[in-house]
T-cell receptor, first 114, second 113 residues
Framework: NAGVMQNPRHLVRRRGQEARLRCSPM?????VYWYRQLPEEGLKFMVY????????ESGMPKERFSAEFPKEGPSILRIQQVVRGDSAAYFC????????????FGPGTRLTVT | GNSVTQMEGPVTLSEEAFLTINCTYT??????LFWYVQYPGEGLQLLLK?????DKGSNKGFEATYRKETTSFHLEKGSVQVSDSAVYFC????????????FGKGTHLIIQP
C-alpha cells in the first residue's frame, strides 16, 4: 500500500511566480491536511479538506494561498505571487476519517523562493 | 486555543543512555496526544499515540503516558541507539474540532556512539 505521495520534492520559484504543490493521499483515505514547516519551527496546520470540500482553512494565509481536493486527482496547494517568506517545507497528511484519527504524512515539498 | 510545549534541543546522549523528552500541552476538551519522528530529509512518521487519560503509547522501545493531571506526555526510552537520532515532535488534536494537529517545535536528538 503506497504511502502519501507529494510532488515535486523540491521546487524553486522566483519571486512573483506561482507554486503548485501536489498531494496524493493513501489509498482509501478521503481526508487531506496541509502543514507548513518554517526553518527552526514545528509544523503549522494550514487547511483540512475532504473530496471537493474545504472543511477548515483557519491556518491558511488570507491572500495568495488556496487549496483544493477535487473528486478525481490529487490535492493541490497553490501559492500565487510567491515571496521569500514562503520558503518552507510543505507537508501533506491523509487519514481515513476525521481529525481524531491518525494522520499519515508525505515526504514533503521543499519550496525555495529566490 | 491549543498549544504544545517541548523541551528545547538539541539533546545529545551517548548510546544506551536513558532518554526523556518533556512535552506539556494546553487544550480544550479531551485531546488525543501523539509523538512523531522526522529523520533528515523525510516526512513525519507516527511513533506512538494515546487517546485518553492514563493511556500509555509504546512503539520501538519508546513510551509515553497521557497524564491529564499534569497535562503532560513525556517521551521515554530506556536505551537509545545511534539510529534514534532524529527530530521528535509532540502533537495533539482536539476531539471535537476540525483544526488539524497542533505541534510542538520539535526536539533534535543526537545519539553519539
Amino acid at each position: 500500500n503506497a504511502g502519501v505521495m507529494q510532488n515535486p520534492r523540491h521546487l524553486v520559484r522566483r519571486r512573483g511566480q506561482e507554486a503548485r504543490l501536489r498531494c496524493s493521499p493513501m489509498k482509501g483515505h478521503s481526508h487531506v491536511y496541509w502543514y507548513r514547516q518554517l526553518p527552526e519551527e514545528g509544523l503549522k496546520f494550514m487547511v483540512y479538506l475532504q473530496k471537493e470540500n474545504i472543511i477548515d482553512e483557519s491556518g491558511m494565509p488570507k491572500e495568495r494561498f488556496s487549496a483544493e481536493f477535487p473528486k478525481e486527482g490529487p490535492s493541490i496547494l497553490r501559492i500565487q505571487q510567491v515571496v521569500r517568506g514562503d520558503s518552507a517545507a510543505y507537508f501533506c497528511a491523509s487519514s481515513p476519517r476525521g481529525v481524531s484519527y491518525e494522520q499519515y504524512f508525505g515526504p514533503g515539498t521543499r519550496l525555495t523562493v529566490t | 486555543g491549543n498549544s504544545v510545549t517541548q523541551m528545547e534541543g538539541p539533546v545529545t546522549l551517548s548510546e544506551e543512555a536513558f532518554l526523556t523528552i518533556n512535552c506539556t500541552y494546553t487544550a480544550t476538551g479531551y485531546p488525543s496526544l501523539f509523538w512523531y519522528v522526522q529523520y533528515p530529509g523525510e516526512g513525519l512518521q507516527l511513533l506512538l499515540k494515546a487517546t485518553k487519560a492514563d493511556d500509555k503509547g509504546s512503539n520501538k522501545g519508546f513510551e509515553a503516558t497521557y497524564r491529564k493531571e499534569t497535562t503532560s506526555f513525556h517521551l521515554e526510552k530506556g536505551s537509545v541507539q545511534v539510529s534514534d537520532s532524529a527530530v521528535y515532535f509532540c502533537a495533539l488534536v482536539s476531539g471535537g474540532g476540525a483544526d488539524g494537529l497542533t505541534f510542538g517545535k520539535g526536539t533534535h536528538l543526537i545519539i553519539q556512539p
